[in-house]
């Protein structure tokens, strides 16, 4: 059980184009959802904190105009990245978690922004 | 800085070694846990010690924490190739609401 995935797995797009990546936890009910960049040769960066029908919490340096997350139900939410830029190219990784019993990870998103 | 740090950031042994990595944090934690990503994956959950334990064991890993001095360590005993992969810690801190933070990494290389 605990199983989390996140799709696509990869996408390229142009600059200036807006990109959604979803993450579902598929066999739990996710009470908070976690959103993680992570450049290369980096570490996992904390972006925000989403709890399913409230507002994401950012982490301080994320632009949320920029970083649209949606946490529309207790199995999905979604990171868009908007007016995407060569700079915003990096792994993008989602956990859900249920109560406290730690955070399941999702396999990753790589964006690369032309 | 959000991350704990590690070290060492890149280490190389011989398949057999043992390999050991340092974490320290900064703040009061819930629990320390270790993850394993190769390259260009995702993360794989290794091991979680909580904050009052001292040591933790599964198959050829050990965990040891030490809360007074901010500090984990993982150990690998006989060290495989297949190990290769960069190792993270990473804190839930106390009154985060569930927020990892991670260390650096080490970057771990098992030569056959």
């Known amino acids: 059980g605990a199983v989390v995935s996140q799709h696509p797995s990869w996408v390229i797009c142009k600059s200036g184009t807006s990109v959604k990546i979803e993450c579902r936890s598929l066999d739990f009910q996710a009470t908070t959802m976690f959103w993680y960049r992570q450049f290369p040769k980096q570490s996992l960066m904390l972006m925000a904190t989403s709890n399913e029908g409230s507002k994401a919490t950012y982490e301080q340096g994320v632009e949320k105009d920029k970083f649209l997350i949606n946490h529309a139900s207790l199995t999905l939410s979604t990171l868009t990245v908007t007016s995407a830029h060569p700079e915003d190219s990096s792994f993008y990784i989602c956990?859900?978690?249920?109560?406290?019993?730690?955070?399941?990870f999702g396999p990753g998103t790589r964006l690369t922004v032309l | 800085s959000q991350q704990g740090e590690e070290d060492p950031q890149a280490l190389s042994i011989q398949e057999g070694e043992n390999a050991t990595m340092n974490c320290s944090y900064k703040t009061s934690i819930n629990n320390l846990q270790w993850y394993r990503q190769n390259s260009g994956r995702g993360l794989v959950h290794l091991i979680l010690?909580?904050?009052?334990?001292r040591e933790k064991h599964s198959g050829r890993l050990r965990v040891t924490l030490d809360t007074s001095k901010k500090s984990s360590s993982l150990l690998i005993t006989a060290s495989r190739a297949a190990d290769t992969a960069s190792y993270f810690c990473a804190t839930d801190a106390r009154n985060q609401g569930g927020k990892l933070i991670f260390g650096q990494g080490t970057e771990l290389s098992v030569k056959p």
């Open positions: 956990s859900a978690s249920r109560d406290r019993d730690g955070q399941f």
């Open positions: 010690i909580r904050s009052n334990e």
